[in-house]
């Protein structure tokens, strides 16, 4: 397979080199990465899963279409006027709070109303300060923005007794509303959907022969949630073998994550093809790492970010530095959506229901493109807002 990433004519990864030890000569030729049909396309090995590589293979080229078109609402209340938002961010160096709260602030502006953001600097004190002193301003509308409620749980019980809206992003496992802890709703894709197509990439793009690496941030119920499903989707292939399951927290991602790749580099070597993440942004850390040892920028090891899609996880894979792919979150028209489920909260009226489909980028369809977002959905909440 390797087919969703550019063409590298004659690139010959090292790790190659130990195929040569199962396979002749002539077949290790297969391990020349980025090509897409033809004969030269041979694999190096049969699939370690025939029939459960078909079917990864085959939801991922359906994931990886770019002509999403607007499926979400249509019809709501027109804007409520003179409203006030504060969004509570886990930390805003993580790159998918951070480009979410500016989105807030985006749509806040077309409807008119003000937005604080407050920074939790990724630490739990920090948090519940944030928290306490959003609760201080009397908005109309709190964002729980990438970090369990139950870290706050005083001030999220103060909050629903304050008759203040509470609305998550990627705050508890599922999207929707949530009645423990009770929030309006909670702005997400479906974490299912996300690790199974994260997991399903990594058997397809390795033709279901793979030593896998993933990263999480267990602090993060969302997130360890997201990477236990990736490791069971993964464990359905037969051929793919978990090498390490690294819990590196997200405020200490900068300075762990360069050594523990050190460490895995050290350790696992050309058995170590295939890295998922539950956030892009652990890639941007282990460059440093990765470039040290002396690995080629288009891999292996391939690695894709089961989320967030940030800006610099586009520049990466368009760049072939350390990235091959990202499950990226629609994180401008998540935005819009928290904006639009507080009009609805505040008209009354019960949240939409809307989740965003599960999208795959690369290489080959970003096209330069530094976000994915599915078209239309600024026309269609201007619309529903009368703005």
């Not at 279901?208 to 602090?219: H, K, P, Q």
């Not at 800006?311 to 990235?323: G, V």
Request: overall charge neutral.
């Amino acid at each position: 397979m390797h087919g969703n990433r550019k063409t590298t004519p004659g690139a010959l990864p090292a790790r190659c080199a130990a195929t040569a030890l199962l396979v002749t000569a002539t077949v290790l030729v297969g391990c020349e990465r980025g090509s897409s049909g033809g004969p030269a396309d041979s694999p190096s090995r049969p699939s370690g899963c025939p029939e459960v590589q078909a079917r990864a293979q085959a939801a991922v080229s359906r994931a990886e279409r770019s002509d999403t078109p607007w499926n979400g609402p249509t019809s709501g209340p027109a804007a409520v006027s003179g409203r006030s938002i504060v969004y509570v961010a886990q930390t805003m160096t993580n790159p998918g709070v951070a480009s979410v709260a500016g989105a807030v602030r985006e749509a806040a502006r077309v409807i008119g109303w003000n937005v604080r953001v407050i920074d939790g600097g990724g630490t739990p004190a920090g948090i519940q300060a944030a928290m306490s002193e959003a609760l201080a301003l009397r908005p109309s509308g709190i964002v729980i923005g990438g970090f369990d409620p139950a870290s706050t749980s005083q001030q999220v019980a103060r909050a629903n007794a304050s008759g203040i809206p509470l609305i998550g992003w990627h705050a508890v496992a599922s999207p929707g509303p949530s009645r423990h802890p009770e929030l309006f709703t909670n702005v997400t894709t479906e974490v299912d959907d996300v690790a199974r197509i994260s997991a399903q990439w990594v058997i397809s793009d390795s033709d279901g022969n793979a030593g896998v690496v993933i990263l999480t941030d267990a602090s993060i119920p969302f997130a360890r949630n997201k990477s236990e499903l990736i490791r069971e989707e993964l464990a359905t292939c037969s051929g793919v073998r978990l090498l390490a399951y690294e819990n590196i927290p997200i405020p200490d991602a900068s300075s762990r994550t360069p050594r523990e790749v050190s460490a895995l580099l050290s350790r696992y070597r050309d058995r170590w093809t295939h890295s998922v993440a539950i956030n892009d942004l652990y890639f941007a850390d282990a460059a440093p790492a990765f470039r040290a040892a002396g690995e080629k920028g288009a891999g292996p090891p391939f690695n894709i970010g089961a989320g967030d899609g940030d800006p610099s996880a586009f520049q990466r894979i368009d760049n072939e530095q350390y990235q091959a792919a990202t499950v990226p979150e629609p994180l401008s028209l998540q935005g819009w959506q928290i904006v639009d489920e507080f009009n609805r909260a505040f008209s009354g009226r019960p949240a939409s229901g809307y989740v965003a489909p599960v999208h795959i980028s690369t290489t080959d369809n970003t096209d330069g493109a530094t976000t994915w977002n599915p078209s239309g959905y600024r026309e269609a909440y201007r619309k529903i807002w009368g703005k």
